[in-house]
């Protein structure tokens, strides 16, 4: 298929069923599929939209174009879970083609207000001159997970000074006051979160001021800004597109980040005693990740382990991108410490005592101080995802090289991150053809893809110890 800017963009109701019946019968097929993470049933997913506790449940929205592995139409595909981990996909739910929402229900955020869920989300609008007038729009969901969108949109216009890059709402509730951040580019080129208020979901929103949480230049956009509550600290996580290497070092086409206050100025919106801005995943693949203070008192997000820009290979088969596992996140001396939520534990199975494992296995580590040390994991094609850890200096290499069919090599193929000196845990979650690291108790993250042609993997060791489990393919 050639992708051209008319099909990206045709009415759903002009696709023949036959197309989706098609991708189906392709992924059917699949070397890449996963196990247990999160991956659209057809076409291509991207931000992870609306995570919420609502009606004794987990719900979360992927963004999606369900017709082929690329940007274009994009809806909000519905999933519920009990428990964090098995995700019931219900399909799209949040469909785009009125006149608020014309190209694209893009990113957004929901909050549970009386017995519905609200959804805030940003309408993509496009003109017959292909001028984008971003429309910030509002939609309600019933305990019976039907769902009525609010067709006048809540905030028309981009403020005065900005242009129309506008966009990726959450909306955040304090004292009986909505909030809600909104990522922006200036007419100059700058990236910034701007902060609506409200006394009621439904508005009328007004203008509030900018959020005050750093000092230095962000780039020229700031998309899916997320204000989340990490053990009594804000937590800022977002993704500065095009944020200068002097202010973040990073390797991805965009970065995701974060910054940490020591506390929170609700009247100015304002972090005090900013920290760095960091990156929040050290690997490959993770952008527009979502936060959520949950009602159960822990600080959650779900990355998009994907980038804009970026093609992959498993688009021949008709699908693109996943998510991580659902993290929770903890502080200490301002850095982020994220680790897959417990419930996850229920994914294993048995040990494994081969050097075989199944394409779904958890692996642990450990390497004492001073040493130099290599995991790897190998396939029956010779492709290899190799993994260094050095304790004489803190450092943790991963190399996806020769791992597979190649993704985004102009922007290198091996990751490194410093940790605190001594010995080093590690924790690798391996899914076929994603990974997450979590290092040291979560103190730093390397996630990414890998597309080996191999079907059977092999782990090999030097100078760390390992524990491998085989864990449960539940999708
Ligand atoms: C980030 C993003 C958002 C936008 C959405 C569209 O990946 O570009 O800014 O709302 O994707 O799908």
Redesign the pocket.
């Given at each position: 298929t050639e992708w051209t800017t008319k099909l990206r963009y045709l009415p759903y109701e002009d696709w023949p069923n036959q197309q989706i019946i098609d991708i189906k019968q392709k992924i059917a097929t699949s070397h890449w599929r996963l196990g247990y993470h999160i991956q659209p049933s057809t076409g291509l997913l991207?931000?992870p939209n609306g995570f919420s506790y609502f009606n004794g449940q987990w719900h979360l929205f992927y963004?999606s174009f369900p017709y082929g592995p690329v940007?274009g139409l994009?809806n909000w595909t519905h999933l519920t879970s009990d428990d964090l981990v098995l995700w019931q996909d219900h399909g799209p739910l949040l469909l785009p083609g009125d006149e608020q929402d014309s190209h694209?229900a893009?990113?957004?955020s929901a909050i549970s207000v009386e017995d519905q869920l609200f959804l805030m989300y940003?309408g993509?609008v496009r003109d017959e001159n292909w001028v984008r007038h971003p429309k910030q729009d509002g939609a309600w969901m019933n305990a019976k997970n039907e769902l009525t969108k609010i067709s006048t949109p809540l905030i028309e216009e981009p403020k005065n000074g900005f242009t129309d890059h506008f966009?990726?709402p959450q909306i955040l509730k304090h004292d009986g006051t909505y909030y809600c951040l909104i990522?922006a580019r200036k007419k100059d080129d700058t990236g910034h979160v701007l902060v609506y208020q409200a006394n009621a979901v439904t508005g009328p929103w007004q203008y509030k001021t900018e959020l005050k949480f750093t000092d230095q230049p962000m780039g020229y956009m700031i998309?899916?800004p997320n204000l989340v509550f990490v053990d009594g600290q804000p937590v800022l996580i977002f993704?500065p597109q095009g944020i200068a290497q002097s202010v973040l070092k990073h390797q991805n086409i965009y970065p995701n980040a974060y910054v940490v206050g020591k506390d929170f100025d609700w009247d100015n919106f304002q972090f005090i005693d900013p920290s760095e801005i960091k990156n929040l995943d050290d690997g490959f693949d993770v952008?527009?990740t979502e936060a959520l203070n949950a009602p159960d008192g822990r600080a959650l997000t779900v990355s998009?382990i994907g980038l804009?820009d970026t093609e992959y290979p498993s688009d021949i088969e008709g699908w693109a991108n996943c998510y991580s596992l659902v993290k929770e996140l903890h502080l200490e001396d301002n850095q982020l410490y994220q680790l897959p939520v417990v419930e996850n534990d229920k994914l294993i199975k048995i040990e494994i005592n081969t050097s075989e494992i199944t394409p779904q296995a958890k692996i642990t580590m450990y390497m004492e101080a001073n040493q130099r040390g290599q995991v790897s994991v190998k396939t029956d094609c010779g492709e290899e995802l190799q993994i260094q850890l050095d304790t004489t200096n803190g450092k943790i290499l991963v190399d996806r090289t020769n791992a597979g069919v190649a993704v985004a090599v102009d922007h290198g193929t091996k990751r490194e991150t410093n940790v605190t000196e001594g010995p080093i845990t590690a924790e690798l979650y391996f899914d076929n053809t994603v990974f997450e690291l979590y290092i040291n108790g979560g103190q730093k993250v390397i996630t990414g893809r890998v597309f080996p042609q191999g079907r059977q993997f092999f782990v090999e060791s030097q100078n760390v110890q390992l524990q491998k489990f085989q864990l449960e393919k539940i999708y």
């Open positions: 991207n931000d963004q940007h994009k694209g893009y990113s957004g940003t993509n966009r990726d990522g998309e899916c993704c952008y527009a998009w804009p």
